[in-house]
């Protein structure tokens, strides 16, 4: 996420998104913590509709390059994750830790008991846009650190449809690990956060 997503969040909600959701496995989590369900499949179909558009962008941005780069994997690393090691058991454990971390301290950043006396505008993205970086540098080597499942599936989904240039194959096989790990990390840091109630 780093700048980019804090530019993202704060461009969401001045745009009107009081939550800024840009995450399904953000979106999930809290739907556990509120017990709230009623925006979780809008706002799936919003984040993937966003990532599949920010995809076709890269597409555009980079249409001189996809012919002049002969690497396929490079190509696709510019859409979706890849796990240094592929172990689909130990892929998942990862992307479910580093989703458990984002979601437990986003929790724990808006939480009552530290931000009581408010933050100043812009500074709560700011921090989780920081979390993000630090679960990219410690937890983020073995798969990439997807630990969102519409910035992994929507661009992959771009891959595979539009015309790129030897682009090769859009791992299909890895790609159930960057969407159901994160997934089940939040839905477990959602549960944790909702029995501890902070």
Known sequence: MGLRGVVWVLTAMACGSHEAHLNPAVTLGFAIVSGNFSKVLPYFVAQMMG??????????HYLPHWEATTEPSRKLACYATGPAIRNFVSNAISEMIGTFVLIFVVGVIFSKEVSSTGFPPGFGPYLVACLVWAIGLSLGGPTGYAINPARDLGPRIAHAL???AGKGSS??????????GPLIGAAIAGAAIRVIHF
Do not use: F, K, Q, R
């Open 171 to 180: 791992d299909w096989g890895y790609s159930p690990i960057p969407v159901a």
């Open 51 to 60: 990532a599949i558009a920010g995809a076709t962008l890269v597409w555009l």
């Open 162 to 164: 539009l015309p790129i």
